[in-house]
């Protein structure tokens, strides 16, 4: 990754926009841009015989020595687990079995684990998906439109806005050197689909560094900024013994 040009992200924030700045001619798809990105990721390349532990430490710039971590398990192709842990409380989670369990835990709403929908669980299910928001774009009826190659901190990068059901309009930023994404900003623009309040502030959401996995290529340092905060993850990678308690209990 060039990280010249993270650099200057976290210097200049709030200027993503690229507002004002011509496009040279478009010489591909978003569909490509986006398919090359994901073919980079390749996540069907993990491994099959172990889950893949994620754990991540999450921290607000506004308060650097509260965190909190979020612990992640995956087996392919579709058992998962997520807990957001504060200490010693667990806040929020999601589990599945990828056939008949389907359940969630949300401190805010109620104490334990609780079934849900498997409707219900594949609607919560992007707020933990590690493998991140274009993933499932098909699936999820996502408008791509391409804006072409943009000159951005003397780097050029592809440029595709998508329209989801499940938010705002928002805008990807990929390097056109490594196709890797390392922007998306949030617009204030309602999506086609939803009637969601436009926030006065537009969030975003930056990849600084990604850390291969075998054959697959992840996210390692991530930034937010969520009401006017910027949140920071950390996160690692390793292989553990396939254990299916983690995917059907609550307490494995």
């Not at 040279?24 to 893949?52: C, F, G, H, P, W």
């Not at 774009?137 to 804006?147: H, S």
């Not at 309009?169 to 390097?175: A, D, G, K, Q, T």
Request: aromatic content about 16%.
């Amino acid at each position: 990754m060039n990280k010249r040009l993270f650099i200057f992200i976290v210097a200049s924030l709030l200027a993503v926009t690229v507002t004002g700045q011509n496009p040279q001619k478009e010489i591909d798809t978003a569909e490509a841009v986006v398919s090359r990105y994901l073919n980079l990721m390749n996540i069907e390349s993990l491994r099959r015989d172990s889950i893949l532990y994620i754990e991540s430490v999450i921290y607000h710039r506004s308060s650097p020595h509260d965190t909190a971590i979020m612990k992640r398990w995956y087996l392919p192709p579709n058992r998962m687990r997520s807990e957001l842990w504060h200490g010693d409380t667990l806040l929020q989670g999601a589990y599945t079995d990828g056939k008949n369990i389907f359940k969630e835990c949300d401190k805010s709403m109620f104490n334990g684990w609780t079934k849900v929908a498997m409707s219900r669980y594949y609607n919560i299910e992007p707020l933990y998906d590690f493998r991140g928001p274009l993933y499932h774009w098909k699936a999820n009826a996502v408008d791509l439109t391409y804006k072409g190659i943009w000159h951005f901190n003397n780097n050029e990068v592809y440029r595709v806005v998508a329209d989801s059901p499940n938010g705002y309009v928002n805008h990807y930023l990929f390097e056109k050197e490594s196709g890797l994404l390392f922007f998306i900003e949030e617009t204030n623009s309602h999506s086609t689909y939803s009637n969601h309040k436009a926030e006065e502030h537009p969030d975003w959401h930056a990849y600084h560094e990604y850390q291969p996995i075998g054959n697959a290529i992840l996210p390692s340092i991530e930034s937010y900024q969520m009401n006017e905060d910027v949140i920071f993850y950390f996160t690692k990678y390793r292989y553990i013994p396939i254990d299916m308690r983690i995917f059907t209990e609550d307490k494995p």
